[in-house]
């Protein structure tokens, strides 16, 4: 599937992602948007789950800190903790 997404047709190795596809404009800055966007197309280029990649490092994060092994439910409530622990410092 990955072979076509995104090419320029006549143009070797070259992809263009740009944030034509947010369907309304927003009424803030779309900065954020437009990064989830291309981090979303990165992966469907390189066939790469990065979102997977990021929790499976905090759950070895955890497991060595806490020696202590975690399931999937659990790293979402880790990650979310340190989240709101970062903004509270912000």
Request: glycine content about 4%.
């Amino acid at each position: 599937m990955c072979a076509v997404v995104f090419r320029v047709r006549g143009i070797k190795g070259l992809r263009i992602v740009d944030a034509s596809v947010i369907p309304s404009s927003t009424s803030g800055d779309s900065y954020a948007t437009q990064v989830m966007i291309a981090e979303k197309a990165a992966d469907m280029i390189r066939e790469k789950d990065t979102v997977q990649a990021i929790k499976e490092y905090f759950r070895h994060l955890y497991e060595i800190k806490h020696k202590k092994v975690i399931d999937e439910e659990e790293v979402q409530h880790v990650i979310a903790e340190e989240s709101q622990a970062d903004s509270k410092k912000q």
